[in-house]
């Protein structure tokens, strides 16, 4: 099932990158020499786990520890924006602003203390607030506050530090409270992105994966420095990156995995492991604002900071007093811009502040309120309700669904009753009529009936009106939609069959097969280490079931991918696939589920169901094509939505070639075809790349 908000009140762009993997060892004796070996040809590798000894009965953890990859991203990126930061010509334009600034400073009569507005974009999946990839607002502000402790290097926090070169860099960090509309906010922008996280397994995928969703979310780069909280769940490892100055702006700012934002410090966040104070994003926003790794160029110091010792090789975990270049001093493992682990972390030099505060004075899109406006409140209107959708729940092997809203009041004057439409796919819609007590800034869920469907993809629609029964005095913030599917029913077929390839590690895999009363119908495995025969099991099923296949791994990371190429797929009778795959847990969980309706639909609109609508090839770059079972019977029209429901494209059809659309002009993003026939219609999302 596929879910995803579209807040019309977002508007945003993409970061560059640099990259986080994690991986912890717990090698064999079997295996050291292979890993000593390994460490001896390079002296830049961090241990790498293998899971190679077959004769073993349990492989190591999947936690690679080696933190970013921003030299590589930056190198691809550069391609295209050959004076980006990584240049000549960047460190050229640095050196000149740190010059201007030396002069500027000594005739101020003080320091200026910037501060940068910051919207955090949180993506997740429909999870309730604070459930996995939707963190509370408690984790986001949390980060905010690191940030702040880490760049002031304020006293009593862990940002303080006493190192004769350590500096309070001056530049703090706020919650935007407004949106690109004009529109209140609390600098927290919730989007629902129709899918578990980022799911692919190589790094370059991930990171493309990633890009493709950042415009549609983006708030505008010269006002905003934008955060996202995303999961990175496909076994890339990423905790995260940023994009450097002097690059595009639809893909500016910083990201991180969720499980690393924020910090475990406060006490109403709960985060863990060594990666879990805050200062993943402390180091990424560093990128950001112009600084490299303290190990750039390795003995050659390519940091381009006077301040920071060169360091051979990144550091890991938190080795005191280690000398890795000859003169130069002990490695500064204290320092941000480092591998360590986030309780070793506390430093920022003075040299270092001079290359950040040039950034902000030198380099475009590097917001402060000296330049943008947004950490300001709005001017006050006394009528102001806005609209947002909290959770979305589908009911699992039915074609109902259960939404719950959220009402804010934005105005001055205490809201006590306005109207709530919603409908599905722009049917006719059903009245909500609220009544409550709401002052300023609070807001209430309301939660709706139970609504029904059909099989495909669908767009719900939600606006809200008469707020105290007047005029809304800002309309920004008065409508929201949310892109969702429901599954098809396998009602005709009397028989499910799983095709299972087994990895490596076959010890690790079971499975089984439920009927909806949870009575255990089949089940298989562990299978036997080495072992890749591939496994065949049929499930007779009846009509009006719902079944639920659930395939486990007992280490968490899967059967696609690193140790074997392994994979399951379940097909009906007739060979339509209903799910393939073998990347789920990637280190973050242990099985994956799926549940398959034999019920017959209801409410199925028959041409879309019997002519297999979908769109080809998804992702595409230029021309993406509608194709439909029935060739001749060709559907009424189309049109093209972004990702904020916003309606870029339209077209009436009246022969075949009109089924080819050209999108080689759209923005980079997720969007949709709504293809319409007589009056019905089905929504199909796409990425361009």
Request: aromatic fraction near 8%; hydrophobic fraction near 35%; charge should be negative.
């Amino acid at each position: 099932m596929v879910l995803m908000v579209n807040k019309k009140i977002s508007k945003f762009t993409t970061a560059i990158d640099l990259i986080f993997t994690q991986e912890i060892m717990d090698m064999r004796k079997t295996t050291l020499k292979i890993l000593l070996a390994c460490l001896l040809l390079s002296n830049f590798m961090m241990l790498a786990q293998e899971k190679s000894n077959l004769n073993s009965s349990q492989k190591p953890k999947n936690e690679n520890l080696v933190r970013c990859a921003s030299d590589e991203y930056n190198a691809e990126l550069l391609k295209n924006n050959p004076k980006m930061m990584g240049s000549k010509a960047y460190e050229n334009l640095i050196k000149r602003q740190i010059e201007i600034n030396k002069t500027s400073i000594n005739r101020s009569q003080g320091a200026v203390v910037y501060t940068i507005p910051v919207v955090v974009h949180v993506l997740h999946n429909g999870e309730p607030i604070g459930v996995g990839p939707n963190i509370s607002d408690a984790q986001v502000l949390s980060q905010i506050q690191v940030l702040n402790e880490d760049y002031r290097r304020m006293v009593g926090t862990r940002g303080f530090n006493t190192n004769p070169v350590g500096a309070d860099v001056e530049i703090e960090f706020c919650l935007a409270k407004q949106t690109p509309d004009g529109c209140p906010t609390t600098g927290i922008d919730r989007v629902n992105i129709g899918q578990n996280g980022i799911n692919e397994t190589s790094l370059p995928n991930a990171l493309t994966q990633m890009d493709a969703l950042k415009p549609s979310s983006i708030w505008d780069a010269s006002r905003y420095m934008n955060m996202w909280s995303v999961a990175f769940n496909g076994g890339s490892g990423i905790l995260g990156y940023a994009q450097f100055p002097g690059g595009v702006a639809n893909t500016d700012g910083v990201v991180s995995d969720y499980r690393y934002f924020g910090s475990n410090d406060d006490p109403n966040v709960t985060l863990t492991g060594t990666f879990n104070l805050g200062r993943t994003m402390t180091h990424e926003v560093g990128h950001y604002l112009g600084l490299f790794h303290t190990f750039q160029d390795g003995c050659s110091d390519g940091d381009f900071v006077a301040d920071t010792p060169a360091v051979a090789t990144p550091n890991y975990g938190c080795p005191a007093g280690t000398d890795s270049c000859v003169s130069a001093g002990l490695d500064m493992i204290e320092n941000y811009m480092e591998y360590t682990d986030d309780s070793c972390m506390n430093v920022f030099t003075n040299d270092q502040k001079t290359r950040i505060i040039a950034t902000m004075t030198g380099a475009a899109n590097r917001p402060s309120s000296l330049t943008s406006n947004v950490c300001n409140a709005l001017a006050s209107v006394n009528d102001d309700g806005s609209i947002n959708i909290e959770q979305f729940s589908l009911i699992e092997c039915t074609v109902n669904f259960t939404p719950s809203l959220r009402i804010t009041n934005w105005g001055t004057v205490t809201l006590t009753s306005a109207t709530v439409a919603y409908d599905v796919d722009g049917g006719g819609s059903t009245n909500y009529n609220w009544t409550g007590s709401l002052n300023y800034g609070e807001s209430e869920i309301i939660n709706l009936p139970t609504l029904s469907s059909s099989s495909g993809n669908h767009v719900f629609n939600v606006l809200i009106s008469n707020p105290n029964g007047n005029t809304d005095l800002r309309n920004c913030n008065d409508s929201v939609s949310l892109n969702f599917a429901i599954d098809p029913s396998y009602d005709s077929t009397s028989q499910i069959n799983l095709t299972l390839t087994p990895d490596d590690f076959g010890s690790e895999i079971t499975w089984e097969f439920r009927a909806s009363s949870n009575a255990l119908l089949y089940s298989g495995g562990p299978y036997t280490n080495g072992d890749t025969t591939v496994i065949n099991q049929v499930f007779n099923v009846v009509p009006n079931e719902c079944y639920a296949f659930t395939i486990f791994d007992s280490q968490g990371d899967g059967i696609c991918c690193g140790f074997g190429n392994g994979s399951y797929e379940l097909t009906t009778d007739n060979a339509t696939v209903i799910v393939s795959g073998g990347a789920y847990g990637a280190g973050y969980g242990t099985s994956e589920v799926t549940n398959i309706s034999t019920a017959s639909t209801l409410g199925v609109n028959d041409y879309f169901v019997n002519n297999g609508v979908s769109l080809f090839p998804n992702p595409t770059s230029d021309i993406i094509n509608i194709k439909l079972a029935r060739g001749n019977d060709l559907p009424d029209s189309y049109k093209i939505y972004n990702i904020l429901g916003q309606l870029v494209a339209v077209r009436e059809i009246s022969n075949q070639l009109q089924l080819k659309i050209d999108v080689s002009s759209l923005s980079k993003g997720v969007y949709f075809v709504k293809v319409i026939k007589e009056g019905a219609s089905t929504s199909i999302p796409f990425i361009k790349n």
